[in-house]
């Protein structure tokens, strides 16, 4: 759902990209697939089955087995290879984190109601909304 909103709002906004479960290697010894990653118009890989470019964003769909290490292993993996936002979708039961890059590191902003202004992506609202619906 959150790499359709993006399909969408990249259609009037050239170049934005997002892909799904591709293989982010942030460095030797560290390679994560998060369900999205998002990459503004010029920096788009080469190589799309093993990334190596910072993306502006980064979602992670939590499960019960994997909210530990999205909420903190991997926020410090993406904090430190320098990505400017980190979302996290908890879906049971909802909830959406939104990290931002503050000073070098990603903290934990607020999110209100259905809508999350991203930082990263000038004019993109994400609607958290849909998100809460069953699969």
Known sequence: MIGYQIDRFAEPHAGWIA????????????????????????SLPVDVTRLHTVPVVVVEVSSRSSKRTDVRGKKDDYEAFGVPEYWVVDPQPFRFRAHCREVGLLVEKPVFGDSYECASIPGFVLDSGPLRQPI
């Open 19 to 42: 892909f799904t479960d591709v293989d982010l290697q942030l460095s030797e010894r560290c390679v994560y697939r998060p369900d999205v990653t998002i990459f503004p118009p010029g």
